[in-house]
């Protein structure tokens, strides 16, 4: 197997209001979907949006729970001020500030925040090694 991670798929109790914050607040840009999804290119992977009901139905799993779902989604930037630039425009789209951008133990800078629906991304600057996909 070659490890990859080629599609991350969100279950959303309104779709509408998560397409609106990561197209719209956040800037992905949208593919063409059926209406009860939304898919967005992101530089290498893809993001879904899915009826959260409808993904655990699909997975053969309970919809019910809430809180720290044990994973947080990550976005990697070049600089410190790109990290406090991103975290910005998430808030002023709606998300939830939950650590503000700071220095972090590992010798990087992050913070996190909660999208609309309370998946947790992490925005962070790693001056030891780019960890993002090649710009060749």
Known sequence: MKPRISMITLGVSDLAKS????????GFPRMD??????F?????????LY???A???????SPEGRGFES??????????????AV???AVRAGAELVKPPQKVFWGGYSGYFKDP???????????LFWVGPSDA
């Open 19 to 26: 397409v609106k914050f990561y197209e719209e607040g956040l």
């Open 40 to 48: 967005f290119t992101l530089n290498g992977t893809w993001l879904g």
């Open 71 to 84: 994973f947080a989604l990550a976005h990697n930037v070049e600089s410190e001020a790109e990290v406090d």
């Open 117 to 127: 629906e309370g998946h947790l991304w992490e925005v962070a600057h790693n001056p």
């Open 51 to 53: 009826g959260r009901d």
């Open 87 to 89: 975290m910005d425009q």
């Open 33 to 38: 979907s059926p209406p009860e999804v939304a």
């Open 55 to 61: 993904l655990a139905e699909d997975a053969t799993v």
